[in-house]
């Protein structure tokens, strides 16, 4: 998990001090495009992602008013934004096929593992790789995506149990 930036932070950049911004955006900038990647699977994609979601912060951190953690604001601009991604590979046709198993030729195990980790639906995939990789807490990602806690522990099952099927089957 990632500290939270002082709210001194934050408030300078409402007040659009670039300084203050860059600040933010190396505090966050790998977080951001770690969780981009993993989700969109795509280099370029997730490096226009991520373009998008500072772009979109810079516009709109004058409208946080610090009822909840930065975190979870961000959060809510990146995943709008890699949601909207998402939609545009369907569209171009490089969605990828959730139905067949991993295939294993002339690949090892790590790949596969991000290849059937990139396989899994959006928000099943959200759900795991902020449980599984970046270690939140599943209270925490309840927060974060604002869904019940119960929700993203069946999520994660589900996860689990559909990895464990294509490694297994590949």
């Known amino acids: 998990m990632i500290?939270?930036?002082?709210?001194?932070?934050?408030?300078?950049?409402?007040?659009?001090d670039m300084e203050s911004?860059?600040?933010?955006?190396?505090?966050?900038?790998?977080?951001?495009?770690?969780?981009?990647?993993?989700?969109?699977?795509?280099?370029?994609?997730?490096?226009?992602a991520v373009q998008t979601v500072f772009l979109n912060l810079y516009h709109g951190i004058v409208n946080?008013?610090?009822?909840?953690?930065?975190?979870?604001y961000l959060m809510s601009i990146t995943r709008n934004v890699c949601f909207d991604m998402l939609r545009q590979q369907k569209r171009r046709g490089e969605a990828p096929d959730l139905t067949?198993?991993?295939?294993?030729?002339?690949?090892?195990?790590?790949?596969?593992?991000?290849q059937a980790i990139s396989n899994l639906p959006s928000r099943?995939?959200?759900?795991?790789?902020?449980?599984?990789?970046?270690?939140?807490?599943?209270?925490?990602?309840?927060?974060l995506l604002q869904i019940k806690i119960g929700t993203v522990k069946a999520l994660i099952f589900q996860a689990r149990q559909k990895l464990i099927y294509w490694?297994?089957?590949a």
């Open 64 to 72: 946080f008013k610090f009822n909840s953690r930065f975190t979870t």
């Open 100 to 114: 067949e198993p991993v295939s294993r030729e002339g690949t090892d195990y790590d790949h596969d593992l991000l």
């Open 3 to 16: 500290p939270e930036p002082g709210k001194e932070l934050i408030q300078n950049c409402q007040k659009r």
């Open 21 to 48: 911004f860059r600040m933010l955006y190396r505090h966050y900038e790998k977080f951001v495009f770690g969780f981009c990647l993993r989700m969109l699977n795509n280099q370029q994609d997730t490096e226009d």
């Open 167 to 169: 490694l297994n089957e």
């Open 124 to 143: 099943t995939r959200e759900c795991f790789i902020l449980f599984a990789v970046e270690q939140y807490p599943q209270a925490e990602i309840a927060e």
